[in-house]
């Protein structure tokens, strides 16, 4: 079956734009996306200024949870000048 497959030499056709529409629709916003865990991994990843972006993104998300996020920038910041 798998022979018969390849013989028949089967094409993909290239999508047309379609992807790169989303994205361009998109720009760099990606809020969209944006979780506790993605920011968690920003932290780990010492990627602290994009951490920080991402919990005021998540505060803008969920402003009941504001405290806990505002915690967590501090945090950040707070580890960053110790080391």
């Known amino acids: 079956m798998i022979e018969t497959f390849i013989e028949n030499n089967p094409r993909i056709s ?3 734009e379609e992807s790169s529409f989303v ?8 809020s969209h996306l944006m979780t506790e865990t993605l920011a968690n991994l920003y ?5 602290y200024t994009k ?5 005021e993104i998540l505060i803008r998300k969920t402003p009941e949870k504001k405290k806990y996020y505002e915690g967590k920038i501090q ?6 000048t110790k080391g």
Not at 23 to 30: A, C, F, P, V
Request: aromatic share 12%; no cysteine.
């Open 14 to 16: 290239q999508l047309k």
């Open 43 to 47: 932290f780990e990843q010492k990627l």
């Open 51 to 55: 951490a920080i972006k991402a919990f």
């Open 75 to 80: 945090e950040i910041k707070d580890f960053r």
């Open 23 to 30: 994205i361009r629709e998109k720009g760099d916003d990606i």
